[in-house]
């Protein structure tokens, strides 16, 4: 029997077994925007003064955030098992530490 390159050959004794797991990857990245201080971020306190509405605050900072000129850094990256598990869908490969000695 003829092997592809790398490709382990394995007699029935030496036969593994191993479980598949779908697992996600969340990475989690951070920018600094400057917002302009507007009208439509401020509003009047009770007491007279003029302070920085929250919310309109943030929704700007995100909508400005969005811009392609933006530099995103990565902050944090992590592994997680997926919390919803399924079959593999057709068309997608799983990756097999046996099979790929080295590589992980």
Known sequence: MRHA????HM????????IALRVRRVTYE??????PVTSEITK?????TVGINPEAFFA???????????????E???AEPHPEQQDMP???KKFDAF???GEA
Do not use: M
């Open 30 to 35: 951070d920018a600094y925007v400057a917002v």
């Open 99 to 101: 099979y790929s000695a």
């Open 5 to 8: 390159a790398g490709e382990r």
């Open 60 to 74: 700007e900072a995100i909508r400005i955030s969005q811009s392609p000129r933006v530099e995103w850094k990565i």
């Open 11 to 18: 007699s029935e004794d030496q036969r593994t077994y191993s």
């Open 90 to 92: 057709e068309g997608r």
């Open 44 to 48: 009047k306190n009770e007491d007279g």
């Open 76 to 78: 944090t990256c992590q």
